[in-house]
T-cell receptor, first 111, second 118 residues
Framework: GQNIDQPTEMTATEGAIVQINCTYQ??????LFWYQQHAGEAPTFLSY????GLEEKGRFSSFLSRSKGYSYLLLKELQMKDSASYLC????????????FGQGTTLQVKP | NAGVMQNPRHLVRRRGQEARLRCSPM?????VYWYRQLPEEGLKFMVY????????ESGMPKERFSAEFPKEGPSILRIQQVVRGDSAAYFC????????????????FGPGTRLLVL
């Protein structure tokens, strides 16, 4: 079966660090994506991990452990504009690029 | 440098009518994906198309739904005889080449069409 789990909601304070976890079980696996989606808008690409380890890109970092079926997105120096939904997605096939999404984590950043 | 375009952005239909959703991929992209996002749920894969070919339709409901990506023009997602449960946001994404090399962004999403069935 296909299953992507992430917390439904999280709250954090402006300037702080937050980690959003994601576990996955898919019949095939090629890599792990994180997207950001503001309400009423399109998902926008944040990061992609295919190898184990940490990928850092500015304030955002993403980690993958293939053996554990686990990933996290780390957001540093939180800003109010980071309030959004964060979508974890597993690329289930390298041939088609088909993505299996979790339900998303709604992050609220408070002053 | 236009991104993925979808129209209409909002569509209201009465039960039993047909809904046609259009998606124009980014320039140079020949791979199109359709996803559905029900209220309070994540995006669910529906179908993957290349020009004139349906490659993977494993997420498409067996009845009333169809998709095409003709040689010329946008990709169309068609829903016949809509029901209230079809109310959702339908997102299209395009890719130059799935599984291709860096930058690994694979799929660019359009703004979505929000379908409301009355």
């Amino acid at each position: 079966g296909q299953n992507i789990d992430q917390p439904t909601e999280m709250t954090a304070t402006e300037g702080a660090i937050v980690q959003i976890n994601c576990t996955y079980q898919t019949s095939g696996f090629n890599g792990l994506f994180w997207y950001q989606q503001h309400a009423g808008e399109a998902p926008t690409f944040l990061s992609y991990n295919v190898l184990d380890g940490l990928e850092e890109k500015g304030r955002f970092s993403s980690f993958l452990s293939r053996s554990k079926g686990y990933s996290y997105l780390l957001l540093k120096e939180l800003q109010m504009k980071d309030s959004a939904s964060y979508l974890c997605a597993a690329e289930s096939s390298s041939n088609t690029g088909k993505l299996i999404f979790g339900q998303g984590t709604t992050l609220q950043v408070k002053p | 440098n236009a991104g993925v375009m979808q129209n209409p952005r909002h569509l209201v239909r009465r039960r039993g009518q047909e809904a046609r959703l259009r998606c124009s991929p980014m320039k140079g992209h020949s791979h199109v994906y359709w996803y559905r996002q029900l209220p309070e749920e994540g995006l669910k894969f529906m179908v993957y198309l290349q020009k004139e070919n349906i490659i993977d339709e494993s997420g498409m409901p067996k009845e009333r739904f169809s998709a095409e990506f003709p040689k010329e023009g946008p990709s169309i997602l068609r829903i016949q005889q809509v029901v209230r449960g079809d109310s959702a946001a339908y997102f299209c994404a395009s890719s130059p080449n799935p599984g291709g090399g860096p930058p690994k962004e694979t799929q660019y999403f359009g703004p979505g069409t929000r379908l409301l069935v009355l």
